[in-house]
């Protein structure tokens, strides 16, 4: 875990963070399961599906519905509307204050999303945190996808921070297990789309109540003047790791 001392980069999630859109992600799932599917899930069921790309959310219902399911059309479907309310999005002052001073105290900052860049352009500009922005990772940029490491890792690598110099700030449990599994820090928001029960199951290295909370967090932190470098092995997910060290021991497999 990063500490305040130590740390160099912070890491942002978007949606039920800096922006909040549980509302809306909510409506849009609701309105393509039930026109393709004709299956109403409960509210609390789609909230968690918050956080998980836009593919994976498509092919959540495969096994409990007959026939071809039409996953491209869904997503269309899903976006179109999206962007047609997009008017309920509603940005998290505080929180996108806090991207903007940590940045200026000399941090390394990057934008860790589950949405495609397709995606993510309907809502970036409304941030207006390009010259405050180090790195952006959306789901077009990883084969894997949180809760794995990958998005998490690739930011770093595009940042060349190493891990324990990291914090990654998200809503929910996959952002969560993405960061710990990636060896940084982590920190659950709780205004966002996953339940504060399910949050602090999850143990998160910090837990904040209000966006208040989190700009009072980051406005506590040193002031640095550099990033620090790191080694591109400090950015191989830590089930690859492993491989390479049982093959270079000539331990048995398994």
């Not at 179109?80 to 000399?106: M, T």
């Not at 995606?119 to 077009?140: C, H």
């Not at 960061?179 to 904040?208: K, S």
């Amino acid at each position: 875990m990063a500490k305040p001392n130590s740390l160099r980069a912070v890491l942002f999630d978007i949606d039920g963070t800096l922006i909040d859109t549980v509302d809306l992600i909510v409506q849009a799932l609701d309105y393509t399961y039930r026109k393709h599917l004709g299956v109403a899930l409960p509210r609390a069921e789609i909230r968690r599906l918050i956080g998980l790309p836009l593919k994976v959310q498509m092919h959540y219902l495969d096994d409990r519905v007959a026939g071809d399911v039409p996953h491209e059309q869904m997503a269309a479907d899903e976006t179109a509307f999206y962007a047609a309310n997009r008017h309920l999005e509603r940005i998290v002052p505080e929180a996108v204050h806090a991207v903007q001073i940590a940045s200026r105290k000399g941090y390394a900052v990057a934008l860790v999303t589950s949405k495609s860049r397709q995606e993510l352009n309907l809502s970036l500009p409304r941030l207006q945190l390009d010259t405050f922005i180090d790195a952006i990772v959306t789901a077009d940029d990883t084969a894997r996808h949180k809760p794995n490491p990958d998005p998490v890792l690739k930011a770093l690598e595009r940042l060349q921070v190493a891990p324990e110099q990291a914090v990654y700030i998200g809503d929910t449990v996959f952002d969560i297990s993405c960061g710990r599994a990636a060896g940084v820090g982590v920190a659950a928001v709780a205004w966002g789309a996953h339940l504060p029960e399910d949050l602090r199951a999850a143990q998160p290295d910090y837990y904040l109540e209000t966006p208040a909370a989190l700009l009072e967090w980051v406005k506590q932190l040193p002031v640095i003047n550099n990033h620090a470098k790191a080694k591109k092995d400090d950015f191989r997910p830590r089930d690859e790791c492993a491989v390479r060290v049982g093959a270079g021991t000539g331990g048995g497999s398994s």
